[in-house]
C-alpha cells in the first residue's frame, strides 16, 4: 500500500525540462536584488517565445555572489552567474540562451571541491514551493524505507550506526535522545523543530527552511514513528517570515499528499503539524524556555532534570532536534546509515552547515565533512581574508562559543577539538577575524549580547554577565587596574559553573578563550592604555600629520564635533578636548593625513 502511494505521487512527475533557469530566491538573493531580475527573465522568456523553465530555489550558499542565476542548456550545460542585475540578466538571455553564447563577465567558478552537501543537496536546485521537485530527488522515499517494514527500534538503531549527532550545540546522540522518548508509556507524544536561530552572524537554520523545507518535515514524520509521537510544532522566529511561508506552503502540500496527518501513506501511523512563531528571544533557544515559549508562558529556562524528553511539552515526552538535525534524517534512511558514518571523523559523524562570515572575501552558507581543517575552510572554501590582510582567529559557536587563534588554524573542525581550545561547535556561525579586530573588543561585543538576552531568571547569569561586561567596558575605556583582569577571569568562572542554563553557563566563553589566547592585548589595554587594533574608541586618539595633509578641509566640514579647526592657508589640527573620536575624520581623508593612535 505505501510503495503505491509513493508510485502514485511519482508517476505525476515530467522529465526536468533540457533547458532550464534557477533563479536564488531566498532572503539574501531577495534583499540582493533577486524578485526584479526573476521577473525581468520571466518577461523576456515569454516576449521572445523561449522554451526554457524558469524556476526561483533557495540559496546555494554563495551569499557573497547574490543575485545568483544558473543557466542550463543542452549545448552549455549548467552555468552560473554571480551578482546579476537586471541589465545583465538580459544579456544572459540574449547571448547564452538565444545567442548559444556564455556571457563570461558574470560567470562564477568554484574551483575548490572541498564541499560535501548533505543537508544542502536541495538548496539552489529544487523549487522549495513544489513538493514535487522535492519528491523526484528522492524526497520522502527515507519515510517510505520506515514505513515499509521498520520497528522503532529499528528506526532508531538505524539512526545509532550513522552517528548522527545534534546539530544545535551540544552534540548529544540523536538517536539517545529519541531512544529515551520512545520508553516512556504517554497518552501522547511531540516532536519540535527548534528553529529559534538567534546567534549573531547565523543563518543556516534560515537557508534550510527557505530552500528545503520538506526534508525538515520528512525528518519530523521520522522522528514521530521512531519514538510514538502524534504531533510535531516547528518553533520558528518570527523575524523569518520567508522561512514561515515556507513551510506553512509544505505542511499543506505535504497534507494534500497524505504525508501528513491521519493514516500517513495509507499506513497506521498518523501525525500532524502547525508552527509556532517565537518573538526573538535568543534565550528561547534552550528547549526549556522554548517550552514554555510554546505553551504560552514567559520563555525562561527550568531546571534539568527531568528532561523534556521524558516530560516536556504540556508535561509529556518531548523530542527537541535543531533545523539542521532533522534535515539529515531523509538522507540517513534513503542512503543508509553505513554510507552516512562513512563520512566525517571517528567521533563526528557527517556533515556541517556553517555560516562562514566576516573577513572572508566568500562569505554565505557552506556545507564540509566533519573534520576538515579551519585553514581549508577560510582559504579553499572562503578564499581568504577580504584586502588579503593577515587573519588573526576565528570564531565558531556564536555568543557562546569561543575564538581560536591563527597558531590553531590546522585544527580539524570536529566537536571534541573545538572543545580542547575552549570553543563549540555551536549550531554553526564561524566568524573570520584580521588582524584590525581587537579581541577585548569581540569578547565585550558577545558578553553585551548575552546581557541583554539574559531571561534574568538565575542570579549568576543575571548579576554575574553584568558584571562581567562592567570590567570589560573599564578595560577597553583605559579605566582597569590589573586586578580587575583577575577579577573578571574569576566571574567567568563562577558564571560558567552556577547559571542554570546553557545560555549562563556558555556566556563566559569568549571571554575566557580570548583571556587564554590574547591575553597580552587585554594587559596592553590597561598598562599602556593602547589598543592596538584601533577599535576601543576611549583610548584612540587622532592627529593630522601636515605634512600629509593637502588642506582641502574634507576633516573639518565633517566633523561632528567641530573639534578641528584651521584654513587652507595654514593646515587644520584636531582639538583633542573636543573630539568625541568618531573616527569620521580618518574615514574621509583621501591622503592618509588623519592618523590614530
Known amino acids: ?7 502514485r505521487i511519482r508517476s505525476k512527475f515530467k522529465k526536468e525540462p533540457k533547458s532550464w533557469i534557477r533563479v536564488g530566491m531566498s532572503t539574501c538573493g531577495i534583499a540582493a536584488g533577486a524578485s526584479a531580475v526573476f521577473n525581468l527573465i520571466k518577461g523576456l522568456i515569454s516576449e521572445k517565445g523561449l522554451d526554457i523553465c524558469l524556476k526561483k530555489t533557495g540559496c546555494n550558499g554563495l551569499c557573497f555572489a547574490e543575485p545568483i542565476v544558473e543557466v542550463n542548456t543542452p549545448w552549455s550545460g549548467p552555468v552560473v552567474y554571480r551578482n546579476v542585475n537586471e541589465d545583465t540578466a538580459r544579456s544572459i538571455i540574449e547571448q547564452h540562451v538565444c545567442g548559444k553564447k556564455i556571457f563570461g563577465p558574470a560567470v562564477y ?30 524526497g520522502y522515499q527515507g519515510l517510505k524505507t520506515v514505513l515499509s517494514g521498520m520497528s522503532q527500534d529499528d528506526a532508531i538503531n538505524e539512526l545509532k550506526e550513522s552517528g548522527l549527532r545534534g546539530r544545535g550545540g551540544g552534540g548529544f546522540p ?16 511531540y516532536v519540535i523543530c527548534n528553529g529559534d536561530e538567534g546567534d549573531p552572524g547565523a543563518y543556516m537554520d534560515r537557508g534550510i527552511l527557505e530552500g528545503d523545507p520538506h526534508s525538515v518535515i520528512e525528518g519530523m514524520l521520522i522522528a514521530g514513528y521512531a519514538t510514538g509521537a502524534g504531533k510535531g510544532f516547528f518553533y520558528i522566529r518570527a523575524e523569518y517570515p520567508l522561512a514561515i511561508k515556507r513551510i506553512q506552503n509544505a505542511i499543506e502540500q505535504a497534507r494534500g499528499y497524505g504525508l501528513v496527518g491521519a493514516n500517513i501513506l495509507g499506513s497506521n501511523f498518523s501525525f500532524d503539524l502547525e508552527i509556532r512563531l517565537g518573538a526573538g528571544a535568543f534565550v528561547c533557544g534552550e528547549e526549556t524556555a522554548l517550552i514554555a515559549s510554546i505553551e504560552g ?5 527550568t531546571p534539568r532534570p527531568p528532561y523534556p524528553s521524558v516530560r516536556g511539552l504540556w508535561s509529556r515526552p518531548t523530542v527537541i532536534n535543531n533545523v539542521e538535525t532533522l534535515a539529515n534524517i531523509p538522507v540517513i534512511f534513503t542512503k543508509g546509515a553505513k554510507w552516512f558514518s562513512s563520512i566525517g571523523s571517528q567521533t563526528s559523524k557527517g556533515t556541517k552547515v556553517f555560516a562562514l562570515t566576516g573577513k572572508v572575501k566568500n562569505s554565505g552558507l557552506i556545507e564540509v565533512p566533519m573534520g576538515i581543517t579551519i585553514r581549508e575552510i577560510v582559504y579553499d572554501i572562503g578564499g581568504g581574508v577580504i584586502d ?9 559557536g556564536g555568543p557562546s ?17 573545538l572543545q580542547k581550545l575552549g570553543s563549540i561547535m555551536g549550531s554553526g556561525g564561524m566568524i573570520v577575524m584580521d588582524e584590525t579586530d581587537c579581541m577585548v573588543d569581540i569578547a565585550k561585543f558577545y558578553l553585551g549580547f548575552c546581557v541583554d538576552e539574559s531571561c534574568g531568571k538565575c542570579s549568576p547569569c543575571r548579576i554575574g554577565g553584568y558584571q562581567m561586561l562592567e570590567y570589560l567596558k573599564k578595560i577597553t575605556g583605559g579605566r582597569a587596574s590589573m586586578d580587575d583582569i583577575e577579577k573578571l577571569e574569576r566571574i567567568c568562572n563562577t558564571v560558567k559553573r552556577a547559571s542554570l542554563c546553557g545560555l549562563g553557563q556558555t556566556a563566559p566563553n569568549p571571554v575566557l578563550s580570548t583571556l587564554r589566547f590574547f591575553r597580552d592585548e587585554y594587559e596592553e589595554h590597561v598598562k599602556l592604555k593602547k589598543c592596538r587594533s584601533g577599535k576601543c574608541a576611549e583610548l584612540m586618539t587622532y592627529r593630522i600629520i601636515a605634512e600629509k595633509c593637502k588642506r582641502c578641509g574634507l576633516c573639518a566640514k565633517n566633523c561632528p564635533a567641530k573639534a578641528i579647526s584651521g584654513e587652507p592657508k595654514q593646515g587644520y589640527i584636531i582639538d583633542a578636548a573636543k573630539c ?9 581623508c ?3 593625513a588623519v592618523i590614530k593612535e
Request: glycine letters at 8%; aromatic letters at 8%.
Open 109 to 138: 567558478e568554484d574551483k575548490c571541491g572541498k564541499q560535501l552537501k548533505v543537508v544542502l543537496r536541495n538548496c539552489g536546485v529544487i523549487d522549495p514551493e513544489d513538493i514535487d521537485d522535492y519528491i523526484a530527488r528522492d
Open 580 to 588: 568625541v573620536k568618531c573616527g569620521r575624520c580618518f574615514d574621509v
Open 297 to 301: 508562558k514567559r520563555g525562561v529556562p
Open 401 to 417: 562559543g569561543g575564538v581560536i587563534p591563527v597558531e590553531y588554524i590546522d585544527t580539524p573542525v570536529d566537536y571534541e577539538n
Open 174 to 189: 540523536t538517536w539517545m535522545k529519541w531512544n529515551f522518548t520512545k520508553g516512556i508509556q504517554a497518552d501522547e507524544k
Open 388 to 396: 588579503d590582510r593577515n587573519i588573526k582567529a576565528v570564531q565558531t
Open 590 to 592: 583621501k591622503f592618509d
Open 1 to 7: 500500500m505505501i510503495k503505491n502511494d509513493i508510485d
